[in-house]
């Protein structure tokens, strides 16, 4: 199964415009369609950021997707600190990326990521889409 992570700015995309690719990369994760890698530093960080009063999103909403993302998430430990992103908080991701040994991290700021970090290689919802939509058809 396809391994992914998803950076927070495709989780707070997803919760707030319906019918966005972040939804749907979102959707797949949560359904199972493709297995989603967190951590508990990344999982806090989904939570920090949710809850930020400017996004006003309502707490329960919050509340039920973290916990559809933690029911459908294997919980990964990283053991390896990272310091390869533009924006130093970023380093979770990949460090989450490489103790799940997923194969794509999702975001919608690839200029913060490098291109490919060990087996990961970093890519933006559209592409991303566009992978697990070749890779259903046999491509």
Same mark, same amino acid.
């Given at each position: 199964?396809?391994? +992914? +992570?998803?950076?927070t700015n495709i989780v707070v995309s997803a919760m707030l415009r319906s019918g966005s690719l972040p939804e749907a990369a979102? =959707?797949?994760? +949560?359904?199972?369609?493709?297995r989603l890698c967190i951590s508990e530093p990344v999982v806090s960080e989904y939570q920090e950021v949710? /809850?930020? &009063?400017?996004?006003?999103? $309502? =707490?329960?909403?919050?509340a039920t997707a973290l916990a559809r993302i933690r029911e459908a998430s294997v919980v990964v430990s990283p053991s390896i600190r990272?310091?390869?992103c533009v $924006? &130093?908080? $970023? /380093?979770?991701?990949?460090?989450?990326?490489?103790?799940?040994?997923?194969n794509y991290l +999702? *975001?919608?700021n690839t200029a913060?990521?490098?291109d490919v970090w060990k087996k990961t290689k970093v890519v933006t919802p559209r592409?991303?889409?566009?992978?697990?939509? $070749? *890779?259903?058809?046999?491509?």
């Open positions: 199964m396809i391994r +992914v +992570v998803l950076d979102l =959707s797949m994760a +949560v359904g199972g369609i493709v949710l /809850n930020r &009063p400017k996004l006003r999103i $309502d =707490s329960r909403k919050v990272v310091k390869a $924006d &130093p908080d $970023d /380093n979770i991701f990949l460090e989450c990326a490489e103790a799940g040994e997923a +999702v *975001t919608g913060h990521f490098p592409e991303f889409m566009e992978m697990i939509i $070749d *890779t259903q058809r046999g491509k």
